[in-house]
């Protein structure tokens, strides 16, 4: 692992294999330890893994957070790489993030990917009281009951949970309210970067209809729906995603 320092907080990173940078961005209580099975990508990409602040071996921040204060992070750590261009990743929040930086700083981008994401992030009241009152017991609902299919490896979902349980409780929460208070449905049709969108079949957190939703608004946007895979997508169902990911790579403008 590496760090950075962005405005005085130290922001820890992996960077693995050459290329065009595709920068990934975890969800709410991740790290980046999320996307471990991506790492195949690396044989022809920069595959840039973060932790957003407050997150894995990143330093906190302090006040409020919002989706713009992560994106504004992101945006200055990228140019703190010397990162001209690149392809940013995100699931959920991490996807909220790249919508924003789509909006607020084209220029940095040459593709995008949204998985398991939406123009509004609504939360239910039940898993953001659940957060403020029983961390562990917000994580089973959230994780253990609506994050992943039906048929998902017990490994992968206990794996899961233990990392989102070395997240802080106050991070966590601030991560969720983030996403409810997300909403950029209004400007979606701003948006001009070719965007792959990819949602599992059995999604409870952010429904296929969102992701259709997105792909009906960003205009250079192609939708890619996985069969038997729920909100962690990445995790459950790997080698589609990455190789969904790869085609739209190889699609790019070079």
Same mark, same amino acid.
């Given at each position: 692992?590496?760090?950075?320092?962005?405005?005085?907080?130290?922001?820890?990173?992996?960077?693995?294999?050459?290329?065009?940078?595709?920068?990934?961005?975890?969800?709410?209580?991740?790290?980046?330890?999320?996307?471990?099975?991506?790492?195949?990508?690396?044989?022809?990409?920069?595959?840039?893994?973060?932790?957003?602040?407050?997150?894995?071996?990143?330093?906190?921040?302090?006040?409020?957070?919002?989706?713009?204060? $992560? @994106?504004?992070?992101?945006?200055?750590? *990228?140019?703190?790489?010397?990162?001209? %261009?690149?392809? &940013?990743?995100?699931?959920? !929040?991490?996807?909220?993030?790249?919508?924003?930086?789509?909006?607020? $700083? @084209?220029?940095?981008?040459?593709?995008? *990917?949204?998985?398991?994401?939406?123009? %509004?992030?609504? &939360?239910?009241?039940?898993? !953001?009281?659940?957060?403020?009152?029983?961390?562990?017991?917000?994580?089973?609902?959230?994780?253990?009951?609506?994050?992943?299919?039906?048929?998902?490896?017990?490994?992968?979902?206990?794996?899961?949970?233990?990392?989102?349980?070395?997240?802080?409780?106050?991070?966590?929460?601030?991560?969720?309210?983030?996403?409810?208070?997300?909403?950029?449905?209004?400007?979606?049709?701003?948006?001009?970067?070719?965007?792959?969108?990819?949602?599992?079949?059995?999604?409870?957190?952010?429904?296929?209809?969102?992701?259709?939703?997105?792909?009906?608004?960003?205009?250079?946007?192609?939708?890619?729906?996985?069969?038997?895979?729920?909100?962690?997508?990445?995790?459950?169902?790997?080698?589609?995603?990455?190789?969904?990911?790869?085609?739209?790579?190889?699609?790019?403008?070079?």
């Amino acid at each position: 692992m590496s760090s950075l320092i962005i405005r005085g907080k130290k922001i820890f990173y992996k960077s693995i294999g050459r290329g065009l940078p595709i920068v990934f961005i975890h969800g709410s209580m991740g790290s980046h330890v999320s996307w471990e099975f991506q790492k195949p990508l690396a044989d022809g990409y920069r595959l840039v893994l973060l932790d957003l602040p407050g997150h894995g071996g990143s330093d906190p921040l302090d006040g409020e957070i919002s989706v713009k204060l $992560y @994106t504004d992070y992101v945006a200055e750590f *990228v140019q703190g790489l010397g990162i001209e %261009k690149m392809v &940013v990743v995100g699931h959920s !929040l991490g996807g909220a993030i790249c919508i924003q930086l789509a909006l607020d $700083y @084209t220029e940095l981008l040459s593709g995008m *990917v949204l998985v398991g994401s939406g123009a %509004k992030l609504g &939360v239910l009241p039940t898993i !953001l009281e659940a957060l403020k009152t029983n961390f562990k017991e917000s994580i089973e609902l959230a994780i253990g009951s609506m994050a992943f299919a039906e048929k998902a490896s017990p490994t992968l979902v206990e794996m899961t949970k233990n990392e989102c349980l070395k997240c802080r409780q106050e991070v966590g929460f601030a991560d969720f309210n983030s996403c409810n208070n997300f909403d950029a449905r209004e400007r979606l049709s701003e948006i001009s970067v070719p965007t792959l969108i990819i949602v599992g079949t059995e999604d409870k957190l952010t429904p296929v209809k969102w992701s259709q939703y997105l792909n009906d608004k960003i205009s250079d946007s192609f939708l890619k729906i996985i069969e038997n895979a729920g909100h962690m997508v990445m995790i459950e169902q790997p080698e589609e995603l990455n190789q969904a990911l790869l085609d739209f790579l190889r699609s790019l403008p070079h």
